[in-house]
């Protein structure tokens, strides 16, 4: 480590620390991608915004999908091929999918050797449990906290390596030279002091962007740094339109509202009625069931309540009930004491009441299939922030082998484009010294602004109201004006207090990437002018075959603005299309509410 | 559950936007006042902050209502929020808790003073510097096994293993630990919560390590006087002194202890082979 000081009226000191490679995010893709670049001898610096081990991989709770075929010996990964391209409306990169399901029974037998520890089949095999879209039992578990061991058992394995963790530091910029990125600005929340990071490759693991709405799963990290980092040093982003509402979150009380149910209670029997006692899944897919693919459930619970057959606080009801206190306690200990604990509901003697919450982020930064490389050279991406795999909606359980299969693949990708390419991570000092000023503008400010929780309060209103899980084109336009007026009030931000450990500050820098997504998200939701997935657009009325056939690739203009594109996707080749059968045109018709009373 | 919950929730207006809007219900019409440490290292002041209530919520909606409104720069450590990730561990009247999991209405309109973790140095209101932990965490030897995954182990060679894995990290173990606030043994002593962690390790199956030697000096499991203070405040349940520090304990005096294998020791000069941890721990 050396300090640089200079002087530009002000004198403003930063640290430059060096690393082969920098990973953004310590969640199981971060980590994973380090374990990657630290078995090719490479200096690994990982930077967090929180703690180590409190990254968003460990809310997951029901499982990571592989076709392990220890409890269902018919599955394959064919069959996982055929579910999560089905699930994703046939949008995913089905490169990726093909890696990706062949290789997570792989990384699945590694976290075992690592020293995870899943529930056990009675012939000593790692158990399995159902899903919704999974057509075999097919997500290894623990309980209901898989997310838990994930990510424990990688950050004591990144613990065992010699990569360096940078815990509560957050990056700014990425900084680039001759096209490439070079490294990155960053400023620790503990004390204000900025990080020039150089560095031969940049590995965005960064996760999702949920915060841009109200109701969420996810915890004040999922802003997106790392979506609209990429974005800004010129990579391109695809399926952004996409976002996944998980059909159970909770509902009461107010403080927990959007909080997880997991996936788990339902793979586990859990039984959906509405306030008439009605198992209304027959209506929309009376195949599936309650095991139908998130898209499909989350806009059955939406309408339910839409059409007056709500619960008492404006859900439905999910009771595991039958499992009795015993089978709850073994299988779903975490929601009884969620529910128990913060809502007064003993989940073994009442059903809970769910309702869709913001989850996932199916688009996200465009990758390689084989390398995880970015469209800009230098610049890697794994996990929630790259987009791709999960196409138009992702499976439960699929999240967490991603993270591992295209968290290991970024690391190898990092590795061998150091290998390959030779360039000096210097870049002109002044381009620091600018980047330090911006974020340090909302805490110099000499009369008061606006407040950055304000505008991040409005802006999660405007998406809730706006771009939710039912769209429509007149509703989206209105939304983006909002959006665009709180855009052009970010300037005006201002934060009392120090740079100690200040989250005001903070806010205000999170802010600036929620408005940016937003905006993107809300532009190509208005380009995507059909229902696919978890895009669902009241004013069209089914999927559209043209539009089946492209991705919405998002990129930063000359202009600085949002360029949107539309791209064919690549054919896929026989070996894949032959899987996929007839189930292509079965398929599509999924999620339409059946019945007289249906209103689409 | 819904008193005074003056709208309806069905009543739903478009069909484009969420159903429920979140401010609309469950709030009281009554406040209530929450005081907060507010300082640094060098000292700071205990501030008061009035709020309103709202039905079902917990200390940390209260610190971010706060930090929201009124101090911006509020600092407090807070993820999921569902007391899964155990960060927002902090002490309500002097006692550690998830300020995720923990309802204002336990207090009944009582005082509610919130202070930062006391075992560790403050860096600012309510968030201290527990990156000792990760010190003594990076310490510990690893998994290791011998063995290639795909193990073939049995739900009763492992069901023991379930309950040291639920630690979420929260550090309240160590908190509350007397060796590490009372006494400032952060150098020799690892404190409950890498019992724990140490506790799977030895009896996992397929490890091959011996770590009782490291628990003896390094981890310093001597200093424990098993007073489970570490038990009582663990918020999802782990019993670390019947289940994690004493069988350790046991583990260390077998070994070092018993004047037998010390004998032995002395002849073969080497460490002490590996006890019984995985032997026993087998089918």
């Known amino acids: ?600 | 559950m819904s008193e005074g919950n003056g709208n309806n929730p069905g009543n739903v207006t478009s069909k484009a936007h969420s159903p429920v809007p979140n401010e609309e219900l469950g709030t009281s019409g009554k406040t209530g006042k929450i005081r907060v440490f507010r300082g640094d290292n060098g000292g700071g002041e205990m501030v008061e902050y009035e709020l309103p209530l709202v039905e079902g919520m917990v200390v940390l909606d209260a610190i971010l209502h706060v930090q929201a409104h009124e101090a911006n720069d509020l600092a407090v450590r807070w993820n999921c929020k569902a007391a899964h990730c155990g960060s927002c561990s902090a002490e309500i009247n002097g006692k550690p808790k998830l300020l995720c999991k923990t309802r204002v209405e336990e207090y009944d309109g009582g005082d509610i003073n919130i202070h930062p973790l006391q075992a560790y140095p403050i860096i600012k209101d309510l968030v201290s510097d527990v990156s000792q932990n990760y010190a003594v965490s990076k310490s510990i030897k690893p998994f290791t096994s011998d063995e290639q995954a795909p193990f073939t182990m049995y739900e009763e060679d492992v069901e023991r293993l379930y309950e040291p894995k639920k630690c979420i990290e929260c550090f309240m173990c160590q908190d509350v630990c007397h060796v590490l606030r009372t006494h400032h043994k952060h150098e020799e002593f690892a404190g409950p919560r890498f019992f724990v962690r140490n506790q799977w390790l030895e009896m996992h199956p397929m490890d091959n390590q011996d770590r009782l030697l490291d628990i003896k000096e390094d981890n310093g499991i001597g200093y424990c006087n098993i007073t489970k203070c570490c038990t009582e405040v663990c918020p999802v349940g782990i019993k670390i002194t019947d289940n994690s520090i004493i069988p350790l304990k046991e583990r260390v005096a077998d070994e070092y202890y018993d004047p037998a294998k010390w004998l032995m020791r002395k002849i073969r000069g080497n460490r002490g082979s590996r006890n019984g941890a995985a032997a026993s721990n087998g089918r």
């Open chain 1, 1 to 600: 480590m050396d300090s640089n000081g200079h002087t530009n009226g002000q004198r403003e000191r930063y640290e430059t620390r060096e690393h082969d490679v920098l990973i953004v995010g310590a969640g199981g893709a971060g980590l994973r991608a380090a374990v990657a670049a630290t078995e090719h001898g490479l200096s690994v610096g990982i930077v967090t915004k929180s703690l180590l081990g409190k990254a968003h991989t460990v809310m997951a709770e029901g499982g990571i999908a592989a076709a392990v075929a220890n409890v269902d010996p018919e599955d394959s990964w064919r069959q996982h091929f055929v579910d999560t391209m089905n699930s994703g409306k046939f949008l995913n990169n089905w490169q990726m999918v093909e890696t990706f399901t062949k290789e997570a029974p792989d990384r699945v037998y590694e976290l075992e050797q690592w020293g995870a520890l899943f529930n056990r089949t009675p012939e000593g095999k790692i158990s399995q449990r159902p899903f919704g879209g999974h057509t075999y039992r097919r997500l290894c578990h623990v309980g209901d906290r898989t997310g838990l061991e994930l990510i424990r058992t990688m950050q004591e394995k990144v613990l065992a390596t010699d990569a360096k963790v940078y815990m509560e530091t957050t990056i700014t910029k990425l900084l680039k030279k001759d096209g490439r990125v070079v490294g990155a600005l960053a400023y620790t929340r503990e004390n204000g002091k900025f990080i020039h990071f150089k560095a031969k490759a940049v590995v965005m693991a960064t996760g999702g962007w949920g915060r841009i709405f109200k109701v969420t799963s996810n915890s004040w990290e999922g802003t997106g740094d790392g979506v609209v980092l990429s974005y800004d040093a010129g990579a391109e982003l695809l399926d952004m339109e996409m976002m996944q509402f998980h059909p159970t979150g909770m509902v009461w009380p107010p403080g927990v509202r959007g909080l997880l149910v997991t996936e788990g209670v339902r793979g586990e029997g859990g039984l959906l009625r509405n306030s008439e006692g009605k198992r209304y899944m027959e209506n929309y897919d009376p195949k599936k069931m309650e095991l139908s693919t998130r898209d499909v459930v989350a806009r059955a619970n939406y309408t339910e309540v839409q059409e007056g057959r709500g619960s008492e606080h404006g859900g439905v009801y999910l009771d595991i009930t039958h499992l009795g206190y015993d089978g709850i306690m073994k299988k779903l200990p975490t929601m009884h004491e969620q529910f128990l604990k913060l809502a007064d509901i003993d989940i073994s003697k009442e059903p809970m009441e769910v309702f869709p919450t913001v989850h996932y982020t199916m688009g996200g930064v465009k990758i390689d299939p084989e390398t995880a490389a970015s469209t800009v050279p230098g610049l890697f991406a794994a996990g929630e922030v790259a987009g791709g795999l999960h196409g138009a909606n992702r499976l439960g359980g699929n999240s967490l082998s991603d993270l591992l299969v295209f968290g290991r693949r970024a690391g190898e990708g990092a590795a061998a484009y150091i290998a390959e390419s030779v360039h000096s991570a210097d870049i002109d000092e002044k381009e620091v010294i600018a980047e330090i000023g911006r974020v340090l503008e909302p805490l110099e400010k000499k009369e008061s602004g606006e407040s950055p929780y304000l505008i991040q309060q409005e802006l999660q209103e405007a998406m809730m109201e706006h771009a939710n899980l039912m769209r429509d084109g007149d509703s989206l336009k209105e939304g983006l004006g909002k959006v665009l007026a709180l855009k052009d009030r970010l300037p005006q931000i201002s934060v009392p207090g120090s740079r100690l450990f200040n989250p005001g500050w903070h806010t205000a820098q999170d802010v600036r990437y929620l408005v940016q997504i937003s905006e993107i998200i809300v532009r190509t939701a208005l380009e995507r002018t059909e229902r696919r997935g978890a895009q669902w657009r009241l004013d069209y009325d089914g999927p559209d075959e043209e539009l089946g056939k492209i991705n919405f690739i998002v990129k930063k203009d000359e202009q600085n603005e949002v360029g949107i594109e539309r791209r064919e996707m690549p054919p896929m080749p026989q070996h894949l299309a032959e899987l996929l059968g007839g189930d292509k045109v079965a398929d599509m018709a999924g999620g339409e509410k059946r019945g007289p009373e249906s209103q689409f």
